[in-house]
T-cell receptor, first 115, second 112 residues
Framework: GAGVSQSPSNKVTEKGKDVELRCDPISGHTALYWYRQRLGQGLEFLIYFQGNSAPDKSGLPSDRFSAERTGESVSTLTIQRTQQEDSAVYLC?????????????FGEGSRLTVL | KQEVTQIPAALSVPEGENLVLNCSFTDSAIYNLQWFRQDPGKGLTSLLLIQSSQREQTSGRLNASLDKSSGRSTLYIAASQPGDSATYLCAVSTDSWGKLQFGAGTQVVVTP
């Protein structure tokens, strides 16, 4: 597609439920990133994919968080047994070595609210 | 550990004035620096990307400078308009694949 696409745009869930957030990067972008933005706070890095592998997952806050990427395209961020502190906007970005090296393009985000 | 600071945290100016937004970083070994704009409830829009070998980048009314040795970047927005009201974020990358460390942002309000 023309830009990074994320779904759902909004998700309300009950504490303890599992959620999946999806990211469709810009076609041909081999690098994909997940960030989290809590209300009133800055962006926190979660995980980075290069192709289908994740060389840096240092930002995942706990083992309840996991992510995968298949076919060097779509990525899914899964949060198990959600907690209220997981409420945030989850932003996905993609990047390519072609053109402006290292420029990241972000999606609109998935807003997660845990009740 | 790289830390990115943006000053001021908030800024209000009348329409037509020039905007000056500051960003500082503690580790000068950066690959690039990127400025973003974020509107309420929206994702981030890339404004300018400056590679570590560059001193500045320009796009329309926007100009960003980079002084790697002093760990500073400045975003200038000329002749501000109400539509420029948003939060502006600075981010630095320490590798070619672009993992970014963000500042907390400067919230800008341009009054008509």
């Amino acid at each position: 597609g023309a830009g990074v696409s994320q779904s759902p745009s909004n998700k309300v869930t009950e504490k303890g439920k599992d959620v999946e957030l999806r990211c469709d990067p810009i076609s041909g972008h081999t690098a994909l990133y997940w960030y989290r933005q809590r209300l009133g706070q800055g962006l926190e890095f979660l995980i980075y994919f290069q192709g289908n592998s994740a060389p840096d997952k240092s930002g995942l806050p706990s083992d309840r968080f996991s992510a995968e990427r298949t076919g060097e395209s779509v990525s899914t961020l899964t949060i198990q047994r959600t907690q209220q502190e997981d409420s945030a906007v989850y932003l996905c970005a993609s990047s390519s070595r072609r053109g402006k090296t290292g420029e990241l393009f972000f999606g609109e985000g998935s807003r997660l609210t845990v009740l | 550990k790289q830390e990115v600071t943006q000053i001021p945290a908030a800024l209000s100016v009348p329409e037509g004035e020039n905007l000056v937004l500051n960003c500082s970083f503690t580790d000068s070994a950066i690959y690039n620096l990127q400025w973003f704009r974020q509107d309420p409830g929206k994702g981030l829009t890339s404004l300018l990307l400056i590679q570590s070998s560059q001193r500045e980048q320009t796009s329309g009314r926007l100009n960003a400078s980079l002084d790697k040795s002093s760990g500073r970047s400045t975003l200038y927005i000329a002749a501000s308009q109400p539509g420029d009201s948003a939060t502006y974020l600075c981010a630095v990358s320490t590798d070619s694949w672009g993992k970014l460390q963000f500042g907390a942002g400067t919230q800008v309000v341009v009054t008509p």
